[in-house]
Nanobody
Framework: QVQLVESGGGSVQAGDSLRLSCAAS????????TGWFRQAPGKEREFVAA????????YYADSVKGRFTISRDNAENTVYLQMGSLNPEDTAVYYC??????????????????WGQGTQVTVFT
């Protein structure tokens, strides 16, 4: 099993930056990709970013491309989401997810087997 713990959420002003962390533990060697998803109240969960652990290929939702950067520190089994130029539309609970195989599209939630508890990000104007 894999355990994921998100941290780094908080309340920031529009235009500010924030870095989310996802610490993975357990059978981390089984992870092939990690992703970030977010869900705002009353809205559907949406894909934000993903990174494949083999090769480091990254993927971004159009809404965050150019503003957010996903990265991995393999020595610490930690994935980061550097969020810049934040706006109120980014307000949501952000979830970290891990996939144990690379057979599915990493931009889709069904590709992931493990999920963190989520961390709240609030952007105010």
């Amino acid at each position: 099993q894999v355990q994921l713990v998100e941290s780094g959420g908080g309340s920031v002003q529009a235009g500010d930056s924030l870095r989310l962390s996802c610490a993975a533990s357990g059978r981390t060697a089984s992870i092939t990709a990690t992703g970030w998803f977010r869900q705002a109240p009353g809205k559907e969960r949406e894909f934000v970013a993903a990174i494949r652990w083999s090769g480091g290929t990254t993927y971004y939702a159009d809404s965050v491309k150019g503003r957010f950067t996903i990265s991995r520190d393999n020595a610490e089994n930690t994935v980061y989401l550097q969020m810049g130029s934040l706006n109120p539309e980014d307000t949501a609970v952000y979830y970290c997810a891990a996939s144990r195989d690379g057979q599915y599209r990493v931009t889709r939630g069904y590709a992931y087997d493990y999920w963190g508890q989520g961390t709240q990000v609030t952007v105010f104007t």
